[in-house]
């Protein structure tokens, strides 16, 4: 597997999830080593000249009015640093904490931040030999950055804290001697700069996105199976209707309905049986491509943010001076966690309405439940009820946190973000709506066990078949839970790679 460069540039999502889930390893570019070298020259030189500069020569928040002698700059960032980990809650998985750790690096590798190359360097020797901070989930405001749990990443580095090495929690002092690796001693505004950015939000955010996208493509192909099963009148995705309406989302799904219904026999026409069909099915379209427009939006957003100098005060080698801003504030990547978990959920909830489509007996020719021997056997009947559950939590998660704003630090901080909260929201709705879709998938699968699997289209033919190679069909009531959990690790790269085999690519 090939490293990862950061050079505070050019990171991508894809980036991220190679560190984050396939533990590639990350190294700093030469050019970013020299930005870093340059941006540290000057804090050096203004901490000698006595210069007052927020953060390295004085105090934080509400006590940027207190000046900081030189002498006192080290206990200042390692005061600070113990007095922000106030974090509380789970500790984030493994794969978000590396992500926030290549993040954090990233940030520093811009050149902007003015630490010392020690600290980037020191970062990406714990990423790369598997030493993972445990940061609680809960605790940032998302205003000035995510304070408190990068607090707690920054502790390991100083020694302190805790971490995961070699499978066991350790103290942050343990984690480093079993790597032969001593604790940094920090120096001027090297502990705000580790501390004061939206990595986090971001790291969560970006994850979630990824799953996100994944799962949009996915959600075309369980939706054509579920058409099929249920007789659908493939006119509504006709390329003329949808030139006229010429969102690119929608464009792209109905492309994706057509080739996927490709050479179908169960199909209908308008009027045989029916005029149109529920909107569940007729502007699958319309929905699922308006997710995937603005997860193009959420996407761009990301881009953005994963390359940005996020803390503050920022260093400016080429101007000589040091600019203090507000480019922590989380708002950006909040209105994006929002609207992802918005779109997100959108494809939980059509998905359900045909769920209920296939096992109500009331609204197809199928049988009650999809079971032959209903009474004596419940079915698919707890699956949709399982399926709607999911879909009305995910109503309550996608209420926007970014819209609620409490002040902090006696009212300094008087505008917040809550991004970290709209990210933990939309990464959970990512994973409930991956159940429904896994659930729909089986529930399609086992309404065309009463149809004719021979008169699927192509593409909707090797949906189903990978998904009766792990799953059997329901003959008799049996624990449908493992198999939820099996169908919903097939929702990604194993789906989209039969389908592509049979087709060709998906747009």
Excluded at 41 to 63: A, I, P
Excluded at 193 to 222: F, K, P, W
Excluded at 290 to 307: F, S, Y
Excluded at 376 to 381: D, P, Q
Aim: aromatic content about 4%; charged content about 20%; overall charge neutral.
């Amino acid at each position: 597997m090939s490293d990862v460069v950061i050079d505070g540039t050019s990171l991508t999502v894809r980036d991220v999830v190679r560190v984050a889930r396939e533990k590639a390893q990350v190294v700093l570019s030469p050019e970013a080593l020299l930005r870093v070298r340059r941006a540290r020259d000057l804090v050096e030189r203004l901490v000698r000249d006595r210069k007052v500069v927020y953060g390295v020569t004085t105090g934080f928040g509400k006590f940027a009015e207190v000046t900081i002698s030189a002498e006192q700059a080290e206990e200042l960032q390692m005061n600070l640093l113990k007095s922000h980990a106030v974090g509380v809650g789970d500790p984030l998985p493994e794969e978000v904490t590396r992500a926030v750790m290549l993040l954090r690096a990233n940030a520093l590798a811009k050149g902007y931040s003015g630490v010392r190359e020690e600290v980037v360097l020191r970062l990406l020797d714990l990423l790369n030999s598997g030493v993972h901070p445990v940061i609680p989930a809960k605790g940032s405001l998302g205003a000035s950055g995510d304070l408190a749990p990068l607090a707690h990443l920054a502790l390991v580095l100083v020694g302190r804290g805790e971490a995961v090495c070699d499978g066991e929690l350790v103290t942050g002092a343990e984690a480093l001697r079993r790597r032969g690796l001593r604790p940094l001693q920090l120096a001027a505004k090297e502990g705000l700069a580790l501390i004061n950015g939206t990595q986090v939000m971001t790291a969560i955010t970006a994850l979630a996105y990824h799953d996100a996208e994944v799962l949009a493509r996915c959600s075309d192909c369980v939706a054509a199976l579920t058409g099929e099963a249920l007789r659908v009148i493939p006119e509504a995705y006709h390329r003329l209707l949808h030139e006229v309406r010429p969102h690119p989302g929608a464009q792209a799904v109905a492309s994706n309905l057509r080739q996927l219904l490709q050479g179908s026999r169960l199909v209908a026409k308008a009027g045989d049986q029916k005029v149109q069909d529920a909107y569940a099915l007729r502007c699958i379209p319309q929905v699922h491509g308006a997710v995937r427009d603005a997860l193009k939006h959420v996407g761009e957003i990301l881009q953005r943010e994963l390359n940005a100098a996020t803390d503050n005060p920022l260093v400016f080698p080429d101007e000589g001076v040091i600019l203090s801003g507000g480019n922590f504030h989380g708002e950006p990547v909040a209105l994006a966690a929002d609207y992802l978990g918005m779109a997100t959920a959108e494809l939980g909830s059509i998905s359900e309405r045909r769920i209920e489509r296939l096992v109500n007996p009331h609204l197809s020719r199928l049988p009650a439940f999809l079971t032959d021997r209903g009474g004596l056997n419940s079915g698919f009947m707890i699956a949709q009820y399982t399926a709607a559950a999911l879909a009305s939590e995910n109503k309550v998660l996608a209420s926007p946190a970014v819209v609620d704003s409490i002040p902090a630090s006696a009212n300094q901080e008087d505008h917040v973000s809550m991004g970290a909260v709209a990210a933990r929201k939309a990464r959970e709705i990512v994973w409930n709506v991956t159940r429904i879709l896994a659930i729909e998938w089986m529930c399609a699968a086992q309404a065309v066990e009463f149809l004719d699997p021979s008169a699927l289209g192509r593409g909707t033919r090797a949906i189903y078949q990978l998904l009766r190679q792990h799953i059997p069909p329901l003959e008799s009531d049996r624990e449908l839970a493992p198999e939820v959990e099996k169908t919903a690790s097939l929702l990604g790269s194993s789906l989209l790679a039969a389908v592509e085999s049979a087709l060709g690519p998906l747009a």
